[in-house]
């Protein structure tokens, strides 16, 4: 596999006697990541209600999610061939691990505190992360630059991101964040509150979007298979920042459906290096 461009599964049909192309190993991790993501959801419901004790435990495992999608990421990246598509989940999987490590030490600062202490220190972990995550898509969408046309993806893509941006500005951020009375929100807590969702569409959403496009001519389209579970986790992402700057506006603090996005977020781009492998065994 080349360094610079990518190499795509054919376009045969699959016959009655080949295997599927989504293995059961990843159907029963995909099916563990719903039971447990589930599982954790009610729990956090009912903590939240007051119907069950514990929820800064509860809230701490939701939290560690990305640091086993870290682990899966770098794992399975490691077992494709070297070459681009290898590097792309290799930083998809570093930039996780950032999150993972920021995270860590958002819990860290919670148990020293005894407080919410958001924006820290573990911010700049996120930020890095995010770093990362635009190098892996960057080099993605670099990679077919000489196999296919990605000027016309890019730009639909960027179109949908203008549009997913104005709607997130008008309804939330514009009217909660930016404009909203000052003793509302402290200034870099309203900082931060808006720089994630806008990093979530253009540093995520955006080249997902475009990937998306730009591969679903190939493989008979499953090659683009991988690129709409990223897609969905960064749309969710950006749902869940765009929520939670919401709450943070009306005292609301962290609730369940903010909880979800970000547990529900990484487990989807976990699922899709797994989705990637299997489709480039296929």
């Known amino acids: 596999m080349s360094d ?24 029963r991790l995909g099916v563990l990541m719903l039971v447990a993501l589930l599982g954790g959801a009610a729990l956090d419901l009912l903590s939240f209600n007051g119907l069950l004790g514990g929820r800064e435990l ?5 939290t560690l999610v990305p640091l086993p999608v870290a682990v899966l990421l ?20 570093y930039g996780m691990s950032g999150v993972a490590v920021g995270n860590i030490v958002f819990i860290a600062l919670y148990i020293a505190t005894g407080k919410d202490p958001y924006p820290s220190v573990a911010d700049l972990f996120t930020l890095v992360a995010y770093a990362c995550f635009a190098a892996g898509l960057f ?12 000027r016309q993806p890019l730009l639909i893509a960027a179109g949908i991101s203008v549009v997913a941006m104005a709607l997130v500005y008008f309804t939330v951020i514009g009217p909660y964040v930016v404009f909203a009375t000052s003793y509302a929100q402290p200034m870099a807590t ?22 998306g496009l730009i591969v679903s001519r190939l493989g008979a ?62």
């Open 190 to 211: 309203r900082v931060f509150n808006t720089l994630y969702p806008i990093l979530d569409v253009f540093v995520l959403l955006w080249p997902t979007v475009a990937l």
């Open 221 to 282: 389209g499953r090659v683009a298979w991988p690129w709409w579970c990223v897609i969905a986790g960064a749309g969710i992402l950006a749902v869940a920042d765009t929520v939670f700057a919401y709450a943070g506006y009306v005292g609301a603090g962290r609730t369940p459906l903010i909880d979800f996005g970000y547990a529900l977020a990484p487990l989807l781009i976990g699922f899709a290096v797994m989705v990637a492998r299997d489709v480039y065994r296929s």
């Open 58 to 62: 509860i809230l701490a495992g939701l």
């Open 139 to 150: 080099i993605a969408v670099r990679a077919y630059r000489g196999l296919l046309d990605v």
């Open 74 to 93: 770098l794992a399975v990246a490691r077992s494709f061939a070297k070459g681009v598509i290898r590097t792309q989940w290799m930083i998809f999987g």
């Open 4 to 27: 610079d461009h990518v190499s795509e599964p054919g376009d045969g049909v699959v016959t009655a006697g080949r295997p599927r192309i989504i293995s059961p190993a990843t159907r």
